[in-house]
């Protein structure tokens, strides 16, 4: 028995291999040829893991940037960071944790079925990490270890993970010029609010977009992305090993002797190169994951759509990621300054879920607000990142009390906090909030879809009179 939960727990848990058996699926109910089945299904599951190596790329370039980045400020406190926090966690709730996610994952797909909210979120470790989350506050709030917290847990995950990327769509359908695909991110409500600003106090202009921003001809080269992020990356690199002094940046823990302003350029060099290979994974498996999943909307949950990792909106708008990720790192290390003169507990900014959800952030704010939308959009989520730990913190009991790490991204901020505070007040008003979410959500699919039948009613009868 622990055999088999432990196979399905580490397919759920792969990304690629996730989506690459949901792309299998779609081609089997497309009624595909075997040859068709197997490249589409293998080159998803590739596509995946060159986006998650490009993404790995990334986060290792990031890692010496946040390591000089606490040295210049000499700054000690909690550090948003998922991967951190859920490895600590799952020590203690690993089974719950494992169970909530799979009974979410049956919550979500059983919900796109049967309402209008057609999301089916195929990010698995931020599953797992929604799930952990869950785990603990539940836990902690007095609710044990057993099947009730299971089951609350699983609900509250699989409705969470449905409604989030409804928030989202709006925007991503202007993003990517279809409605074929959603964000299955952690960082949606984040997202919608960037957008939401973005699209009220922004550019209305098109013209005002960050990917049409006036440059030189002399300076034309900066349009490739490729060499703008370099350049870019390499001045923030560079400045901060100056700072960071050549004794520190060369000592064992980060270059091991190489020259430190040699080290700076290629973790700059670095980062882009995992920039590309992130835009060649988004590719691979967009023009592979949307036709192989028009078999499981038609057959299993019609009219779905695949909710996808956050760099699949990147190669939409580059330099409004590198915007996303400036504004919202600058205003994390000014929140800091703030905490530290406060002496609250310091929220020390996690350079890469800021690098993530900043730069998408940037790109929802752009998509009808230009470049100040990237700029107000990126600045809201930025402050919601930089202040938003200290919620959730209480909410995560003797763990979180202990921990030096905690949950970054704006879903686990606003609903763990929702949680916990609920929690705080009673294991029995914790499981009607749970219940009462799903209510909620199962109301309003029956509410918008009765307008839109009436709007319908409306169309067709004003037609026939006309």
Known sequence: MNGILNFIVSVATTPALLVGLIAMLGLILQKKAATAVIQGSIKTFAGFLVLTGGAGILVTSLNPFATMFQHVFNAKGVVPSNEAVVALALVKYGTPAALIMIVGFIVNVILARFTRFKYIFLTGQAMLYVSTMSAVILISAGLGNGWLTILLGGIFKGTLLTITPALTQRYMRKITGNDGVAMGHTGNMGYALSGYLGEKLGNKDPEKSTEKLNIPKNLGFLRDSTVSISLVMMVVYVCLALIAGPRFVESSSLSAGTNYIVYAITQAGTFAAGFVVVLQGVRMILSEIIPAFQGIAKKLVPNSKPALDVPIVFPYAPNAVLIGFFVSFIVGVISMLIMLGLGTTVIIPGVVGIFFCGGAAGVYGNAFGGLRGAIIGSLANGLLLAWGPLLILPALGSFGADA???????????????????????????IVFILAFLAIVLITSLILNRRDRLHSKKLNKSNKLS
């Open 404 to 430: 030096s790490s905690t949950f970054a991204d704006s879903d686990y901020i606003v609903s763990g906090g929702l949680l916990g505070v609920m929690g705080k007040a009673g294991s029995g008003l914790l």
